[in-house]
C-alpha cells in the first residue's frame, strides 16, 4: 500500500477513531505524513520503540494491537497450555501506557490468552520476575525507558522473563507482517475479558516475593539492620516506576535515613522537573543535589522511569558531588561483590561475569584478579540474561554480576533483565560497608582501583540523525568505517578492529583476521594497545549513532589527555565523512 493510501486509510475509515482522524487531517507537510507512513514502526528483538502519534510509524493503540496480534497467535500455537499460562503486562508512568497495556490485555483476551495485568505502575524487571513466578508464556512492558517523554515503546519477554529472543521475535515478526490490514482488530471488552478470567489484576502477591528476593542478594545484612540509618541517602524515581519498590527494599535493609525528591516522586508523564528522564545526564540530578547540599547526604540515586536503570553521584571530602559514569558503578558493583564473596569463603570457583562489549575494559582486569572469568556480549542486556540462561542450562559457570556502561546492572538469578532496584540496594550497601568497616569512600575504593590496574577513563557521544535522510546517513558512515584503513586513533596505535556485521576481526599490525563468535550486529569495536578502545554502532532503539570511548593511561591526567585526543580524531573523521 501506498504512502498516500495508508494515510486516506487512517484519517477516513471509521475504524480509526475521530482523535486519530482529526490530528491526521490537521497534518500539512507532505513530508510529515511520509514519515508517518512511509513505514511501520520496526519490531526488533525487544519489541518497538517510537514517538507517540497516529500513523503505522509511531506509537499509538492500533500500532499495540497489531502487534499483540502477531504475539497472541505465537502463544496461540503452543495450545490450551500455551495459551492458559499467558502474557504478563507491566507498565510505566508514559503518555498512554496504562492505555497501551489494557489495550494489549484485552486483545490477548480477545484470542483467548489469559493477561494478567499489573494494578498500576511497576518496573521492568519486576515484570521479567513476574513471568518467572506465574509460569507465564510470555510478558509485556509498556515503556520507552529514559528516552524523551515524546516517545512510548513495547518490549517483549518469553517464559524465561528474557527479552524475546531471536527466534521467537522472527516468528512474531512474520505474524504481524502477514496481517496486511489494519482493520477488524477489536479488543475484548474489559467487563468480559474479567468475567471469563482472560483478564487477571495482579499487585502486592507479585510485590513481596520480588522483595524477599532482593534482600537475599545483601552480603552484609546485619551491618545494614545495625548501621544503615547512618547513611544519608537522596532518592528520586525521576517521576517513574522505582518509587515504591527503591524505598520498601532500602527501608527492610535497615537503611532508614532515605530522603525522596518529593518533586519527583509521583508519576508525570510530562516529566516536568528534568530535560529528559535520563539518570545519566547531570541535569537530572539538580533537584537531588540541592536536596543532598542542605542534608549533608552521602549518597544520591536515581531510577530512571521503568526502574532499570540506576544513576549514582556520592560525596566527596569537600562536600561536592561527584556522578560516577555506568563503567564506574559496575566496576565498584564488580568488586565489591567478588572481594567480599571471596573474603566471605562463597565466591564459587566457576564464578563469571558478564559485560558488553561496549562496557570498560577495567572490569575484565578486577575479575581476572580475583581468577573469575569474564564473557563479553554484544550491546544490549538481553545479550546477558541469554548468556547466563546459557550458563545455567549448560553448567559451565555460576553467574555473580552483569552490568552495560548504559547504567544497567544485575545480580542474582531470579530476573532476567537489569535491575535497579537490586542496584540501588548493592550500591547502598557497598557505600555503608567501606564506611563503617574500612573507613572508606566508593571514591576512595574507585581511586584504589585505579591504582591497581591503571587510570581507565570513557565518554559517549552520540548523533541525532532522524528520519529517512537520517538512516541513510547513519549507513554512509558505518561503511566509511568500516572500510577505511585506520592504524591509530588520537595518536594511539590500533591493536584490532572487530567487525561484529561481518564476524571478522583483524589483527591491524600483522594483517592476521580471526573469526568472531558473537552472532551478527553492525558493530565496530577498534582495540589500542594496552587496553581501551573506540565502538561506533547505530542505535537498536533511537535515531542516533553512537560512539564509545575508553582509554588507559598510568596518570588521570594523561586519561583526559589521551581521551580528548582520541574523541577529537574519531568525531573530526565522522564529520568529513557526513561533508562529502
Not at 499509538?60 to 492458559?84: F, P, S, W
Request: net charge negative; aromatic share 10%.
Amino acid at each position: 500500500m501506498k504512502i498516500q493510501d495508508r494515510y486516506r486509510l487512517w484519517s477516513e475509515n471509521p475504524y480509526f477513531d475521530e482523535e486519530t482522524r482529526q490530528e491526521l487531517g490537521e497534518i500539512t507537510d507532505p513530508q510529515e505524513i511520509e514519515e508517518r507512513f512511509y513505514t511501520d514502526l520496526e519490531f526488533g528483538t525487544g519489541g518497538l520503540r517510537g514517538i507517540i502519534a497516529a500513523g503505522t510509524n509511531r506509537m499509538n493503540k492500533y500500532v499495540i494491537r497489531k502487534v499483540t496480534q502477531g504475539l497472541a497467535e505465537c502463544v496461540c500455537d503452543h495450545g490450551q497450555e500455551g495459551m492458559k499460562r499467558g502474557v504478563v503486562i507491566a507498565y510505566d508512568s508514559r503518555k498512554f501506557s496504562p492505555e497501551f497495556a489494557l489495550e494489549a490485555a484485552l486483545i490477548l483476551a480477545q484470542n483467548g490468552v489469559k493477561a494478567y495485568l499489573f494494578d498500576a505502575l511497576r518496573p521492568t524487571p519486576e515484570l521479567s520476575f513476574a513471568v518467572r513466578q506465574l509460569h507465564a508464556l510470555a510478558g509485556i512492558v509498556v515503556t520507552a525507558s529514559h528516552n524523551p517523554k515524546v516517545y512510548n515503546g513495547y518490549k517483549v519477554y518469553w517464559d524465561d522473563g528474557g527479552q524475546l529472543p531471536p527466534a521467537k521475535a522472527d516468528q512474531v515478526l512474520a505474524r504481524i507482517d502477514a496481517r496486511e490490514s489494519w482493520l477488524g482488530l477489536e479488543p475484548m471488552s474489559i467487563e468480559t475479558a474479567k468475567m471469563s478470567g482472560l483478564l487477571e489484576i495482579i499487585g502486592e502477591e507479585i510485590d513481596q516475593p520480588y522483595l524477599a528476593r532482593v534482600l537475599k542478594l545483601a552480603l552484609h545484612p546485619d551491618l545494614n539492620a545495625e548501621k544503615g540509618g547512618e547513611l544519608r541517602i537522596v532518592y528520586t524515581p525521576l517521576h517513574g516506576a522505582g518509587n515504591k519498590l527503591v524505598r520498601r527494599a532500602l527501608a527492610e535493609l535497615g537503611f532508614c535515613s532515605v530522603t525522596v525528591v518529593s518533586e519527583q516522586e509521583l508519576p508525570d508523564p510530562e516529566f516536568t522537573t528534568v530535560p529528559y528522564p535520563n539518570p545519566e545526564i547531570p541535569a537530572t540530578f539538580d533537584l537531588a543535589r540541592k536536596y543532598g547540599m542542605e542534608l549533608k547526604a552521602d549518597l544520591l540515586l536515581a531510577t530512571d522511569p521503568d526502574a532499570d536503570r540506576l544513576g549514582v553521584v556520592v560525596r566527596n571530602p569537600y562536600g561536592d558531588y561527584v556522578q560516577l559514569t555506568g563503567n564506574q558503578i559496575g566496576v565498584l558493583l564488580t568488586y565489591y561483590i567478588l572481594s567480599q564473596k571471596k573474603a566471605l569463603g562463597t565466591l564459587p570457583e566457576n564464578a563469571t561475569i558478564i559485560k558488553t562489549v561496549a562496557s570498560t575494559d577495567l572490569a575484565d582486569e578486577v575479575a581476572r584478579s580475583f581468577n573469575v572469568r569474564v564473557e563479553n556480549v554484544l550491546t544490549g542486556f538481553k545479550f546477558i540474561a541469554e548468556k547466563e540462561k546459557e550458563m545455567e542450562e549448560s553448567g559451565w559457570g555460576t553467574f555473580q554480576f552483569g552490568f552495560e556502561e548504559s547504567y544497567g546492572y544485575l545480580a542474582g538469578d531470579f530476573v532476567r533483565d537489569k535491575d535497579a532496584i537490586i542496584a540501588s540496594v548493592l550500591l547502598a550497601e557497598a557505600a555503608l560497608y567501606y564506611r563503617q568497616v574500612e573507613g572508606r569512600t566508593l571514591l576512595d575504593v574507585l581511586e584504589f582501583i585505579y591504582g591497581q590496574f591503571g587510570y581507565y577513563l570513557d565518554e559517549q557521544e552520540s548523533l541525532a540523525l532522524e528520519g529517512i535522510q537520517g538512516k541513510e546517513e547513519i549507513a554512509r558512515i558505518m561503511d566509511s568505517l568500516r572500510l577505511e584503513e585506520i592504524p591509530e586513533l588520537g595518536g594511539i596505535p590500533i591493536w584490532k578492529l572487530d567487525d561484529y556485521e561481518q564476524r571478522i576481526g583483524k589483527n591491524i599490525s600483522t594483517g592476521e583476521t580471526y573469526q568472531l563468535t558473537l552472532p551478527h550486529s553492525n558493530v565496530l569495536r577498534f582495540s589500542f594497545n594496552g587496553g581501551g578502545f573506540v565502538m561506533v554502532r547505530p542505535s537498536g532503539t533511537e535515531p542516533k549513532i553512537k560512539f564509545y570511548f575508553s582509554v588507559k593511561a598510568d596518570t588521570l591526567e594523561k586519561a583526559k589527555d589521551t581521551l580528548n585526543k582520541v574523541k577529537t580524531d574519531v568525531m573530526n573523521r565522522v564529520a568529513q565523512i557526513r561533508s562529502v
